[in-house]
């Protein structure tokens, strides 16, 4: 056995490199995101030819600007009582519908469809609502 693994066993096989996510993300920050985001890898908007439109900070503050606030009570979560929920109902408009009727037009039977007629005429229909012959 070596020094070196007196004290800590080495796996020989270990040949990787140790790569630095910190100083790699921080070179390639400027850089297109891969697909059609339009964006850096930063965050920043791209325009056309790749010039930064709107910096990422930016669109974090017009975000929170937005969606960063409480609402004030919208009264969602407050169970109506029945008055209230009358006074809805009364409140609304019938909602008017227009229905187009439209016209049957029956066309006469061609001579294949007389003679399938024909041949359905020997079957009877039960109480059950099962079809047999009239023979049977």
């Known amino acids: 056995m ?3 693994s007196a004290g800590k066993k080495q796996h ?3 040949r ?3 790569v630095d996510m910190d ?3 921080k070179r390639n920050e400027l850089t297109p995101a891969v697909g059609n985001a339009k964006v850096n ?3 920043d908007e791209l325009g056309p030819g790749g010039k930064i439109v709107r910096k990422r900070e930016d669109i974090v503050k017009a975000h929170y600007a937005q969606a960063g606030r409480a609402r004030p009570d919208s009264g969602a979560a407050k169970p ?3 008055e ?3 006074e809805t109902v009364a409140q609304e408009k019938p909602v008017a519908r227009r229905t187009v009727k439209k016209a049957v037009v029956e066309a006469p039977l061609t001579a294949a469809e007389q003679e399938l007629l024909q041949d359905d005429a020997d ?3 039960d109480e059950n609502g099962n079809f047999t012959q009239k023979g049977e």
């Open 23 to 25: 100083l790699l993300r």
């Open 41 to 43: 890898a930063r965050g």
């Open 84 to 86: 209230a929920v009358e």
């Open 80 to 82: 109506k009582t029945a």
């Open 16 to 18: 990787g490199k140790v």
């Open 2 to 4: 070596s020094k070196v």
């Open 12 to 14: 020989r096989s270990m």
């Open 123 to 125: 079957w009877i229909e």
